[in-house]
């Protein structure tokens, strides 16, 4: 305790000491918090965990989802400042501090991921700002002597039948002595005034400014650098190093071997880096020293020859097969991909005696908490870590191992200094935890009229889920891995024998959730594959899926929303091909029309229009962000992005080698929303699974081929 | 020592002439607005002007700055009344950020050397600044509306 209040002093007197010198700063975010927990509070009224305001007027929402982009640091304050009746001109954030109070509502742990910071913090940020509203409104009424029925509020005060007025700031301190209420009363939807209004983002003025503080801009006086070594190959274990060069090189500090390698700690990033890339390794390279993907995928096509793990079967697929008029077989293949999140990953550590602090760009705060303190030797409530902005996170930073922030701790320790670990882009790129390479193959038939009477498919991929500490809850009682399969095991097309198959490769790599997770390969291989079948009827593949949706509302109005505004059937320039997707993930329904023409073996995205049904919706401007992002994510992956292994050895390095779409190839982009009433779904996700099988079915349009493995490399189509 | 201006003060920095002006930057003087993403010239992240015009900060060693000008995105304004920063906020572009530093220097030459850029010469200009969240779209809007903005004549 008293180590976190000396350091909080340390930190002011070195603010002060540093402003007025040359723009040199000190970035600490959330550097006082601990301390602020413990310390009578600056604000004036903080009626629970979700909000504070300041006789200034300043209303602060304490965000527990991590802002990666998707905008949780103004979608959440929309909905608390809503129930509030909050000046949205007033409203501020703060990344919240790890506490069990801050947990995800359904997940039961602090995290952002499954596209589900929207739909969990629906109710909690609104009912903490409901609670606050009828303290501030008890507080008035205790001032005027009034019925507080006899009050509203307004735009941040509240006001009495005569126009009285008596700003939050004013009440607050008044406010701070009201109990809170056991219950609050939400508003009727059909009062909102700030829900579902395209409110600008509040974290742009940070983010255009170089304001903003990511991961790899937290600096604290003494805090050295570190670059680590790690294994050349998956599994490999260190056997020794000879930093006999690195060691005299300039600003190196410490070497030390960590589990994950050798750590060069250095005064700044690039002498660590220079030294590290002097220390020579001798690694016993394990069973993994010859694997390659070419032979796995080998492997994965003999496996699928073979009956796998039942996970869905409707009627007698087989039998259906065997009688069927007409037959097509298909092998769907999707490599390994990186998330090459824009921010390389890195983590800053300060572990003292009886604390460790840590700040970091994370999706899983309370697993990364437990993991730092079982490293670091303390309990966990010694720990802290400081949420940063995260400068993309699509799964990566949501390890269950939290081999990022584990190893900065080893490397603290080791070292015995305050440290922050940078990975290069290389290092981050061959850090492991890819989006697993998966096969589907897919057999399906249609009767004598052109009806699709069965469909079978069987998937061979790695489990995401298997070794994890939710392999227990997400995989009871069943012998596959259900987010190997989602996006497929709910096939939505009206056929009446369907098979569902899995088999569970196990391969030395380490996989892990990627932007949709497992429908960003089933959804490839569904919705190209319903293509095939109905070009094998001649029907038109928009009008073929709308005859199998008629039980799915949901999905056949964004299907043919998403037809409508693409002009699906009008005449297009010559050369050109329109294909179409639909998919449900994450609680949200998304249809896409891409428009591609295909030159000298190149494929170009001109269009795509995408359409959504997410339920109710609380910002429209967000929401159409996260489609034109979704798509772009997904179109790179679909048109560029392969990660391969030779001798165990990846190798992709950086973005030359493993492209991400430019602004000279992206497509135009339109986005449409569905109004809704349902329960709010996801939108960070949901954006990504059709675009690939959109433009694969759009190639086909335009040229006769079919693309049935991603990358797309027209001389690999059939 | 290596003498130069950035943001047009004055600095004097005993360090390894060989280091690249990216960590210079960021280490040396704290102006971690300007971001590493590759340390390649593959990304833009680290995009910052030199002399007016805009270099990757990750593949110049700091000696190249020596005697000029280094403008970063601290330098662009002091109050966020760039006219690609007030177009950068009315089209709502930054998704997570990070790339939007590096973004805004590169369209901030390109709008210095072509007031009214079409799409391709935005194209031209803003290829090699990749963005991992798919701005792209909101980037090319607000370029063209801060174009406007200028003819107008409502900016510098």
Redesign the interface.
């Known amino acids: 305790m008293s180590t976190l209040h000396m350091r909080r002093r340390e930190f002011l007197q070195f603010s002060i000491a540093a402003s007025g010198g040359?723009?040199?700063?000190?970035?600490l975010p959330g550097a006082s918090r601990l301390a602020a927990a413990e310390e009578p509070s600056g604000s004036a009224f903080m009626p629970n965990a979700f909000l504070k305001i300041g006789t200034d007027e300043r209303v602060t929402v304490i965000v527990n989802h991590s802002?990666?982009?998707?905008?949780v640091y103004t979608a959440l304050p929309m909905l608390l400042a809503e129930e509030l009746d909050a000046d949205w001109n007033k409203i501020g954030y703060e990344s919240a501090p790890v506490d069990a109070k801050y947990n995800h509502p359904v997940f039961g742990m602090q995290m952002t991921g499954g596209s589900s910071s929207v739909w969990s913090g629906f109710e909690q940020y609104r009912k903490a700002g409901a609670a606050a509203r009828a303290m501030l409104i008890a507080a008035a009424a205790q001032q005027w002597n009034a019925d507080p029925a006899s009050l509203r509020t307004e735009s941040g005060a509240v006001l009495d039948g005569a126009n009285r007025k008596l700003s939050y700031g004013q009440l607050a301190e008044a406010a701070a002595k009201i109990t809170p209420p056991e219950k609050v009363t939400l508003k009727d939807p059909i009062s909102f005034k700030l829900i579902g209004k395209?409110e600008?983002?509040l974290?742009?003025?940070?983010?255009?400014?170089?304001?903003?503080?990511?991961g790899?801009?937290v600096?604290s006086p003494g805090m050295l650098?570190a670059v680590v070594a790690r294994a050349p190959v998956f599994g490999a274990k260190l056997k020794s190093f000879d930093d006999s060069r690195a060691r005299n090189m300039?600003g190196v500090r410490k070497i030390v071997a960590v589990p994950s390698g050798v750590a060069v700690v250095a005064d700044?990033?690039?002498q660590a880096k220079m030294a590290r890339d002097a220390v020579r390794i001798d690694w016993d390279e394990g069973e993994m020293h010859s694997f390659s993907t070419g032979q796995m995928m080998e492997q994965f096509r003999k496996q699928a020859q073979s009956p796998g793990t039942s996970v869905r079967r409707d009627g007698d697929p087989d039998a259906a097969l065997a009688q069927a008029a007409k037959k097509i077989e298909a092998v769907y293949e999707v490599p390994y991909l990186s998330h090459?999140?824009?921010?390389?990953l890195n983590c800053a550590v300060d572990l003292r005696a009886d604390s460790c602090e840590i700040w970091t760009g994370t999706q899983f705060q309370t697993v990364d908490r437990a993991a730092a303190a079982k490293a670091a030797g303390l309990p966990n409530e010694r720990v802290q870590i400081h949420t940063t902005?995260?400068?993309?996170?699509?799964g990566r930073r949501a390890t269950p191992q939290s081999d990022f922030v584990v190893e900065a701790v080893h490397v603290a320790k080791a070292a015995a200094v305050p440290v922050k670990v940078?990975w290069?882009?290389e290092d981050d790129m061959q850090g492991g935890w890819y989006r697993p390479a998966f096969l589907h193959a897919i057999v399906g038939s249609v009767d004598a009229s052109g009806n699709p009477v069965s469909w079978r498919s069987r998937l061979v991929g790695q489990s995401i889920m298997s070794g994890t500490m939710f392999e227990s809850i997400m995989m009871k009682g069943k012998q596959y891995d259900p987010v190997s399969v989602e996006g497929v095991d709910d096939l939505p097309y009206e056929i009446p024998n369907i098979a569902v198959e899995s088999h569970q490769a196990q391969v030395g790599v380490p996989v892990q959730w990627w932007r949709s997770v497992g429908h960003s390969h089933t959804a490839f291989a569904t919705e190209c594959f319903i293509d095939e079948l109905a070009a094998l009827t001649q029907k038109d593949p928009y009008q073929f899926r709308r005859a199998l949706l008629t039980k799915h509302p949901r999905h056949l109005a964004v299907l043919d929303l998403a037809a409508q505004k693409a002009g699906w059937g009008k005449p297009m320039p010559n050369g050109r091909g329109r294909g179409i997707a639909v998919h449900f993930a994450f609680e949200s329904y998304n249809a896409q029309v891409a428009e591609v023409s295909v030159t000298d073996g190149k494929v170009r995205v001109h269009r795509i229009v995408s359409a959504i049904d997410c339920g109710r919706y609380v910002n429209p401007?967000i929401i159409s962000?996260q489609l034109?992002?979704?798509?772009?994510?997904a179109a790179s992956a679909a048109l560029y992005q392969e990660l391969t292994f030779e001798n165990g050895r990846l190798q992709q390095t950086?973005?030359?080698t493993f492209p991400?779409?430019?602004?000279?190839e992206?497509p135009?982009?339109e986005t449409y929303i569905v109004e809704s009433n349902e329960k709010s779904g996801g939108i960070g996700e949901p954006g990504v699974p059709c675009t690939a099988p959109a433009i694969a079915n759009a190639v086909f349009a335009a040229t006769g081929k079919r693309i049935r493995k991603l990358p797309i490399r027209m001389t690999e189509a059939l | 020592m290596v003498s130069f201006s950035?943001?047009r003060?004055r600095?004097n920095l005993e360090v390894?002439p060989s280091?690249?002006l990216l960590?210079v930057l960021?280490?040396?003087?704290?102006?971690?607005?300007?971001?590493?993403?590759?340390?390649?010239a593959?990304?833009g992240?680290c995009t910052v002007h030199l002399d007016g015009e805009a270099i990757r900060s990750c593949v110049a060693p700091v000696s190249r700055a020596a005697g000029r000008e280094v403008t970063?995105?601290?330098g662009?304004s002091s109050d966020?009344s760039h006219p690609l920063?007030r177009a950068?906020?009315a089209e709502?572009?930054?998704?997570?950020?990070?790339?939007?530093?590096g973004q805004?220097m590169s369209a901030a030459v390109l709008l210095r050397d072509n007031p009214r850029p079409s799409d391709e010469d935005?194209?031209?200009a803003?290829?090699?600044?990749?963005?991992?969240?798919?701005?792209?779209?909101?980037?090319?809007k607000a370029i063209h509306r801060a174009a406007g903005m200028m003819s107008a004549g409502g900016a510098k």
């Open positions: 040359l723009l040199i700063g000190f970035y802002e990666m982009g998707q905008g395209p600008k983002r974290d742009t003025p940070e983010k255009i400014s170089g304001k903003a503080i990511f790899i801009d600096r650098t300039p700044s990033f690039w090459l999140m824009m921010e390389p902005f995260l400068g993309g996170g699509f940078v290069t882009r401007g962000a034109e992002g979704g798509a772009i994510f950086n973005f030359h991400v779409m430019r602004m000279n992206c135009e982009i | 950035v943001n003060r600095v390894d280091t690249p960590w960021r280490e040396n003087l704290g102006l971690t607005g300007t971001k590493y993403g590759c340390g390649m593959q990304c992240a970063t995105i601290e662009l966020l920063q950068w906020i709502d572009v930054p998704q997570c950020g990070y790339c939007q530093s805004l935005i194209d031209q803003m290829t090699g600044n990749v963005c991992r969240c798919g701005t792209y779209p909101r980037i090319r």
